[in-house]
Protein backbone atom coordinates (compact mmCIF):
# COMPACT_ATOMS: atom_id res chain seq x y z
CA UNK A 1 0.00 0.00 0.00
CA UNK A 2 1.41 3.80 -0.84
CA UNK A 3 -1.00 5.40 0.93
CA UNK A 4 -0.72 8.01 3.78
CA UNK A 5 0.72 5.83 7.01
CA UNK A 6 0.83 6.96 11.20
CA UNK A 7 1.86 5.01 13.63
CA UNK A 8 0.94 4.35 16.40
CA UNK A 9 -3.18 4.25 15.52
CA UNK A 10 -4.30 4.53 19.45
CA UNK A 11 -1.76 5.62 21.84
CA UNK A 12 -3.22 5.92 25.88
CA UNK A 13 -0.94 7.97 28.12
CA UNK A 14 -1.49 9.46 31.43
CA UNK A 15 -1.65 13.03 31.69
CA UNK A 16 1.71 14.77 32.32
CA UNK A 17 3.76 12.08 30.27
CA UNK A 18 5.19 13.04 26.23
CA UNK A 19 3.95 11.45 23.16
CA UNK A 20 5.41 11.01 19.46
CA UNK A 21 4.00 10.12 16.40
CA UNK A 22 4.89 9.56 13.58
CA UNK A 23 3.35 9.66 9.54
CA UNK A 24 5.12 8.63 6.54
CA UNK A 25 3.86 10.44 3.45
CA UNK A 26 3.03 9.16 -0.23
CA UNK A 27 6.33 9.28 -1.37
CA UNK A 28 6.69 11.57 -4.25
CA UNK A 29 4.37 14.16 -1.89
CA UNK A 30 6.37 17.67 -0.61
CA UNK A 31 4.14 18.88 1.40
CA UNK A 32 3.14 17.25 4.84
CA UNK A 33 0.06 18.55 6.69
CA UNK A 34 -0.77 17.71 10.32
CA UNK A 35 -4.21 18.07 12.14
CA UNK A 36 -6.03 17.75 14.87
CA UNK A 37 -9.88 16.69 15.14
CA UNK A 38 -12.18 15.91 17.61
CA UNK A 39 -15.55 14.23 17.77
CA UNK A 40 -18.12 15.88 15.83
CA UNK A 41 -15.63 18.64 14.93
CA UNK A 42 -13.59 19.17 11.68
CA UNK A 43 -9.97 18.71 11.16
CA UNK A 44 -8.33 21.98 12.73
CA UNK A 45 -5.07 22.70 11.13
CA UNK A 46 -1.26 22.33 13.08
CA UNK A 47 1.01 22.63 11.28
CA UNK A 48 2.59 22.36 7.41
CA UNK A 49 5.96 21.72 5.90
CA UNK A 50 7.11 22.22 2.24
CA UNK A 51 9.74 19.74 2.29
CA UNK A 52 12.12 19.82 5.57
CA UNK A 53 10.89 23.35 6.02
CA UNK A 54 8.24 24.16 8.63
CA UNK A 55 6.42 27.06 6.33
CA UNK A 56 3.16 27.67 9.15
CA UNK A 57 2.55 26.52 12.67
CA UNK A 58 -1.16 27.41 13.92
CA UNK A 59 -0.88 29.99 16.06
CA UNK A 60 -3.74 27.95 18.27
CA UNK A 61 -0.92 25.58 18.86
CA UNK A 62 1.02 25.72 22.43
CA UNK A 63 4.87 25.00 22.85
CA UNK A 64 3.95 21.92 24.03
CA UNK A 65 3.50 20.83 20.37
CA UNK A 66 6.49 20.29 18.08
CA UNK A 67 6.90 18.91 15.23
CA UNK A 68 9.70 18.18 12.70
CA UNK A 69 10.38 16.27 9.43
CA UNK A 70 14.40 16.34 9.12
CA UNK A 71 14.50 14.20 5.75
CA UNK A 72 12.00 15.66 4.06
CA UNK A 73 10.34 11.95 4.29
CA UNK A 74 8.70 11.13 7.42
CA UNK A 75 7.51 13.48 9.66
CA UNK A 76 6.98 13.12 13.78
CA UNK A 77 4.59 15.71 16.02
CA UNK A 78 5.38 15.23 19.89
CA UNK A 79 3.53 16.50 22.33
CA UNK A 80 5.06 17.28 25.82
CA UNK A 81 3.55 17.14 28.95
CA UNK A 82 -0.35 15.83 28.18
CA UNK A 83 -2.98 17.16 28.99
CA UNK A 84 -6.65 15.72 28.81
CA UNK A 85 -7.89 18.04 26.24
CA UNK A 86 -4.74 17.11 24.37
CA UNK A 87 -7.38 13.94 23.45
CA UNK A 88 -7.83 13.74 19.71
CA UNK A 89 -7.24 12.42 16.70
CA UNK A 90 -4.35 13.59 14.90
CA UNK A 91 -4.50 13.27 11.12
CA UNK A 92 -1.80 13.69 8.45
CA UNK A 93 -1.89 14.35 5.04
CA UNK A 94 0.62 14.95 2.13
CA UNK A 95 0.14 16.46 -0.98
CA UNK A 96 2.30 16.62 -4.36
CA UNK A 97 4.04 19.49 -5.68
CA UNK A 98 2.17 22.25 -7.24
CA UNK A 99 3.15 22.04 -11.56
CA UNK A 100 2.84 24.92 -13.63
CA UNK A 101 1.51 28.55 -12.89
CA UNK A 102 -0.08 28.14 -9.68
CA UNK A 103 -3.64 30.00 -9.61
CA UNK A 104 -7.08 29.13 -8.33
CA UNK A 105 -7.28 26.69 -11.02
CA UNK A 106 -4.92 24.66 -9.71
CA UNK A 107 -5.14 22.93 -6.53
CA UNK A 108 -3.54 19.30 -5.39
CA UNK A 109 -5.71 17.08 -3.00
CA UNK A 110 -4.70 16.48 0.77
CA UNK A 111 -4.25 12.40 1.12
CA UNK A 112 -5.25 11.91 4.80
CA UNK A 113 -3.85 8.83 7.01
CA UNK A 114 -5.46 7.09 9.48
CA UNK A 115 -4.89 9.32 12.27
CA UNK A 116 -3.38 8.30 15.70
CA UNK A 117 -6.12 8.61 18.38
CA UNK A 118 -4.70 10.03 21.52
CA UNK A 119 -6.36 9.31 24.90
CA UNK A 120 -4.95 11.36 28.19
CA UNK A 121 -5.81 9.66 31.14
CA UNK B 1 -12.63 35.72 12.53
CA UNK B 2 -12.67 32.73 10.69
CA UNK B 3 -15.99 30.72 10.40
CA UNK B 4 -17.25 27.92 8.12
CA UNK B 5 -21.21 27.05 9.02
CA UNK B 6 -22.85 24.21 7.15
CA UNK B 7 -26.12 22.32 8.30
CA UNK B 8 -24.81 19.27 11.23
CA UNK B 9 -27.47 17.42 9.87
CA UNK B 10 -29.07 15.98 6.50
CA UNK B 11 -31.14 13.09 5.97
CA UNK B 12 -32.36 12.61 2.23
CA UNK B 13 -34.18 9.04 1.16
CA UNK B 14 -31.78 6.53 -1.25
CA UNK B 15 -32.30 7.53 -4.95
CA UNK B 16 -32.47 11.01 -4.08
CA UNK B 17 -30.69 14.03 -4.34
CA UNK B 18 -29.19 16.24 -1.44
CA UNK B 19 -27.20 19.40 -1.41
CA UNK B 20 -25.52 20.63 1.32
CA UNK B 21 -24.67 24.19 1.56
CA UNK B 22 -21.69 26.20 3.37
CA UNK B 23 -20.60 29.64 4.12
CA UNK B 24 -17.34 30.77 5.04
CA UNK B 25 -16.12 33.93 6.58
CA UNK B 26 -11.80 34.02 6.16
CA UNK B 27 -9.19 36.61 6.05
CA UNK B 28 -8.13 35.86 3.29
CA UNK B 29 -9.96 33.00 0.63
CA UNK B 30 -7.97 31.08 -1.83
CA UNK B 31 -10.83 27.79 -2.64
CA UNK B 32 -13.55 25.72 -1.51
CA UNK B 33 -12.73 22.08 -1.16
CA UNK B 34 -15.15 19.07 -0.05
CA UNK B 35 -14.06 16.18 1.95
CA UNK B 36 -15.72 12.83 2.74
CA UNK B 37 -15.47 10.89 6.28
CA UNK B 38 -16.55 7.79 7.33
CA UNK B 39 -16.93 7.26 10.82
CA UNK B 40 -13.56 5.94 12.19
CA UNK B 41 -12.42 7.37 8.59
CA UNK B 42 -9.76 9.56 7.14
CA UNK B 43 -11.53 12.51 5.51
CA UNK B 44 -11.38 12.00 1.20
CA UNK B 45 -10.91 14.42 -0.81
CA UNK B 46 -14.26 15.29 -3.02
CA UNK B 47 -13.59 18.38 -5.28
CA UNK B 48 -12.49 21.84 -5.28
CA UNK B 49 -13.74 24.60 -6.42
CA UNK B 50 -11.23 27.66 -7.49
CA UNK B 51 -13.74 30.22 -9.35
CA UNK B 52 -16.66 30.73 -9.11
CA UNK B 53 -19.05 28.22 -10.91
CA UNK B 54 -19.80 24.26 -10.83
CA UNK B 55 -17.73 21.22 -10.90
CA UNK B 56 -19.15 18.01 -11.69
CA UNK B 57 -17.41 14.95 -10.73
CA UNK B 58 -19.68 11.91 -11.35
CA UNK B 59 -22.72 12.00 -8.95
CA UNK B 60 -20.93 14.77 -6.93
CA UNK B 61 -20.74 18.35 -8.30
CA UNK B 62 -19.77 21.71 -6.12
CA UNK B 63 -20.37 25.09 -6.88
CA UNK B 64 -18.85 28.24 -5.69
CA UNK B 65 -19.98 32.33 -5.49
CA UNK B 66 -17.13 33.94 -4.05
CA UNK B 67 -19.27 37.47 -4.04
CA UNK B 68 -21.61 35.50 -1.77
CA UNK B 69 -19.37 33.64 0.27
CA UNK B 70 -20.91 30.09 -0.31
CA UNK B 71 -20.74 26.92 -1.71
CA UNK B 72 -22.33 23.28 -2.29
CA UNK B 73 -22.20 20.20 -2.41
CA UNK B 74 -24.56 18.51 -4.71
CA UNK B 75 -24.97 14.09 -4.54
CA UNK B 76 -26.75 13.07 -7.06
CA UNK B 77 -28.25 9.03 -6.98
CA UNK B 78 -28.03 8.91 -3.20
CA UNK B 79 -26.66 5.57 -2.29
CA UNK B 80 -26.10 3.64 0.99
CA UNK B 81 -22.91 4.05 1.11
CA UNK B 82 -22.84 7.61 0.97
CA UNK B 83 -23.74 7.97 4.25
CA UNK B 84 -20.72 9.94 6.14
CA UNK B 85 -20.12 13.12 7.30
CA UNK B 86 -19.26 15.84 4.44
CA UNK B 87 -16.51 19.02 4.95
CA UNK B 88 -16.40 21.88 3.18
CA UNK B 89 -12.86 23.44 3.82
CA UNK B 90 -11.46 26.81 2.52
CA UNK B 91 -7.81 27.33 1.35
CA UNK B 92 -6.74 30.83 2.30
CA UNK B 93 -3.42 30.64 -0.18
CA UNK B 94 -1.75 28.60 -2.07
CA UNK B 95 -0.36 26.78 0.82
CA UNK B 96 -3.69 25.20 0.56
CA UNK B 97 -3.77 24.16 4.74
CA UNK B 98 -7.70 23.85 4.99
CA UNK B 99 -10.01 25.73 7.64
CA UNK B 100 -12.49 23.24 7.74
CA UNK B 101 -16.14 23.66 8.45
CA UNK B 102 -18.00 21.51 11.84
CA UNK B 103 -19.36 18.87 9.30
CA UNK B 104 -22.53 17.61 7.90
CA UNK B 105 -23.26 14.43 8.71
CA UNK B 106 -25.68 13.25 5.77
CA UNK B 107 -28.37 10.25 7.04
CA UNK B 108 -29.93 8.11 4.15
CA UNK B 109 -32.69 5.85 4.69
CA UNK B 110 -34.04 3.39 2.17
Known amino acids: DTGVSQDPRHKITKRGQNVTFRCDPISEHNRLYWYRQTLGQGPEFLTYFQNEAQLEKSRLLSDRFSAERPKGSFSTLEIQRTEQGDSAMYLC???????????????????FGPGTRLTVL | GQSLEQPSEVTAVEGAIVQINCTYQTSGFYGLSWYQQHDGGAPTFLSYNGLDGLEETGRFSSFLSRSDSYGYLLLQELQMKDSASYFC???????????WGAGTKLIIKP
Open chain 1, 93 to 111: ASSSPLTGAVNEFSYNEQF
Open chain 2, 89 to 99: AVSEDSNYQLI
